[in-house]
């Protein structure tokens, strides 16, 4: 099983929190991830690419092969912080 995710690295669940809500909004996710994200994905607009289970922390990989697709997750609380993540496919 593969698939495709993005997702926001922030430190605190208030700006993961106000994040989301722009991103319900419309704001654009990789705009977002480019301006606020502490991950290195950031650069790439939060792209973690295509990963297969296992490649992340657990309880990222369970929003990205457990969670329905298309739609925005989060806040999670991993121990790097708090994600905001959209799985754009899994097969």
Do not use: N, W
Not at 1 to 24: F, N, P, S, W, Y
Not at 64 to 75: E, M, N, S, T, Y
């Amino acid at each position: 099983m593969k698939a495709m995710a993005k997702h926001i690295l922030v430190k605190t669940e208030e700006e993961a929190a106000g994040l989301r809500q722009r991103l319900d909004k419309g704001e654009a996710f990789d705009v977002l991830a480019k301006k606020f994200s502490t991950c290195p994905s950031g650069k790439r607009g939060g792209d973690l690419g295509e990963v297969r289970p296992g490649q992340l922390v657990r309880v990222i990989d369970q929003v990205i092969f457990k969670k329905p697709v298309g739609v925005i997750h989060g806040p999670v609380k991993s121990k790097f912080g708090y994600h905001l993540v959209k799985v754009y496919y899994r097969d």
